[in-house]
T-cell receptor, first 110, second 114 residues
Framework: GQNIDQPTEMTATEGAIVQINCTYQ??????LFWYQQHAGEAPTFLSY????GLEEKGRFSSFLSRSKGYSYLLLKELQMKDSASYLC???????????FGSGTQLTVLP | NAGVTQTPKFRVLKTGQSMTLLCAQD?????MYWYRQDPGMGLRLIHY???????AKGEVPDGYNVSRLKKQNFLLGLESAAPSQTSVYFC?????????????FGPGTRLLVL
């Protein structure tokens, strides 16, 4: 099984930088996904880390440390539209399953 | 391409009624999944399929059945609905391949069981 821990809520100001942390304990680990989910909508893919280190994609970056069971999502130059829930999801390749955390609800204030 | 579609978008059932949720994808993906999402909780896997004609149980399979008779369709059935099955149901699909495990989600089905 997989235990996933991420903060329930975070608040930040438009234009700022925010880091959303995720820790996990897994029985089989082959990578970690981050998804964004706006209220009432389906999750959409943000990033996938399979190796340790930082993956940068525009305003969003994701970091993974497999030895520490730790990942973070970094959002720069926050915009109001970034207000959403961010889901951390370790991937178990042997079971071919994603397990999702409860999500971090980010509110961006003007 | 429509991607992943779900039917219906919203449904109200009475306890004990049955229904089938339909998921369809036009991306020729091998893998399909059914999740449920409840307030304050993450997405939980109900059942999944690794190819046409195959199904497997996920984390919370009780009270649900599934079928994958065609590669593009994955059906989720509730034989006797219970209030605990009130939830938002998401279908997802993904291509086979080690480096391409991105799951594409449908828009969701909101189910209320009274």
């Amino acid at each position: 099984g997989q235990n996933i821990d991420q903060p329930t809520e975070m608040t930040a100001t438009e234009g700022a930088i925010v880091q959303i942390n995720c820790t996990y304990q897994t029985s089989g680990f082959n990578g970690l996904f981050w998804y964004q989910q706006h209220a009432g909508e389906a999750p959409t893919f943000l990033s996938y880390n399979v190796l340790d280190g930082l993956e940068e994609k525009g305003r969003f970056s994701s970091f993974l440390s497999r030895s520490k069971g730790y990942s973070y999502l970094l959002l720069k130059e926050l915009q109001m539209k970034d207000s959403a829930s961010y889901l951390c999801a370790p991937f178990d390749g042997s079971a071919r399953q994603l397990t999702f955390g409860s999500g971090t609800q980010l509110t961006v204030l003007p | 391409n429509a991607g992943v579609t779900q039917t219906p978008k919203f449904r109200v059932l009475k306890t004990g009624q049955s229904m089938t949720l339909l998921c369809a994808q036009d991306m020729n993906h091998e893998y399909m999944y059914w999740y449920r999402q409840d307030p304050g909780m993450g997405l939980r896997l109900i059942h999944y399929s690794v190819g046409e004609g195959t199904t497997a149980k996920g984390e919370v399979p009780d009270g649900y059945n599934v079928s994958r008779l065609k590669k593009q369709n994955f059906l989720l059935g509730l034989e006797s609905a219970a209030p605990s099955q009130t939830s938002v149901y998401f279908c997802a699909s993904s291509p086979e391949g080690w480096t391409s495990e991105t799951q594409y989600f449908g828009p969701g089905t909101r189910l209320l069981v009274l």
